[in-house]
């Protein structure tokens, strides 16, 4: 299984970014997806998150700011990010609950993560 995030950079501060995850290799299926961030000394913390049927979870600091969205048949989640901070600079790490082909259960994978980078 591989988790192969896309979209991030360097934005001002006020300016937008979309992430896209998409999910592959030997999937049966996936229940929740979602992003989570590392700051430089800092632990990682979850940004959002979206159930396989749509329901969605905001950290308390980027509510308003932030919408997840999936395409299930593309095994794909977005993040779409505006009105960015320069607190918001991280590293974004994509996740998936997978079951794959050879297992009964869903286990947490890790994308590789994608920097984001805002300046004030």
């Known amino acids: 299984v591989q988790l192969v995030e896309s979209g991030g950079g360097l934005v001002q501060a006020g300016g937008s970014l979309r992430l896209s995850c998409t999910a592959s290799g030997g999937i049966f299926s996936i229940n929740d997806m979602g992003w989570y961030r590392q700051a430089p000394g800092k632990q990682r913390e979850l940004v959002a998150t979206?159930?396989?049927?749509?329901?969605?979870n905001f950290a308390d600091s980027v509510k308003g700011r932030f919408t997840i969205s999936r395409e299930n048949t593309k095994n794909t989640i977005y993040l779409q990010m505006n009105s960015l901070k320069p607190e918001d600079t991280a590293v974004y790490y994509c996740y998936a609950e997978i079951r794959t082909l050879v297992t009964t259960y869903h286990h947490p994978y890790w994308g590789q993560g994608t920097q984001v980078t805002v300046s004030s």
């Open positions: 979206i159930a396989s049927g749509g329901s969605t």
